[in-house]
């Protein structure tokens, strides 16, 4: 059963960077489709981005479009979520996830795995 353990979250000031990491274990990471989900408080679960098992395909929320860029390393088990030109309406736990069948998918619902999340807090 794949484990998966969020890091690099903060409180940074509106403008700034921070970059998230999600660190898999315990299952076939390279055969999985990866993703990040934020959610506020108060508000549903949002799709932030999601690539394919390759790396081949990605996709974005539309309000991340631009400033946020998801990538993995197959080797490290590890997938990245770079974060730039940071808003405070970005503040949000900010949750990685696996789809076991390898695509990348904007919808909770075709997710096996979550993680525990990482607080993001942007600061005006």
């Known amino acids: 059963q794949v484990q998966l353990v969020e890091s690099g979250g903060g409180l940074v000031q509106a403008g700034g960077s921070l970059r998230l990491s999600c660190t898999a274990s315990?299952?076939?990471?390279?055969?999985?489709?990866m993703g990040w989900f934020r959610q506020a408080p108060g508000k549903e679960r949002e799709f932030v981005a999601s690539?394919?098992?390759?790396?081949?395909?990605?996709k974005y929320g539309d309000s991340v479009q631009g400033r946020f860029t998801i990538s993995r390393d197959n080797i490290k088990n590890t997938v990245y979520l770079p974060m730039n030109s940071l808003k405070p309406e970005d503040t949000a736990v900010y949750y990685c996830?696996?789809?076991?069948?390898?695509?990348?998918?904007?919808?909770?619902?075709?997710?096996?795995?979550w993680g525990q999340g990482t607080q993001v807090t942007v600061s005006s």
């Open positions: 690539i394919s098992w390759n790396g081949g395909f990605t």
């Open positions: 996830g696996a789809v076991l069948w390898g695509h990348a998918s904007p919808r909770a619902v075709d997710y096996g795995a």
């Open positions: 315990g299952g076939a990471f390279s055969s999985y489709g």
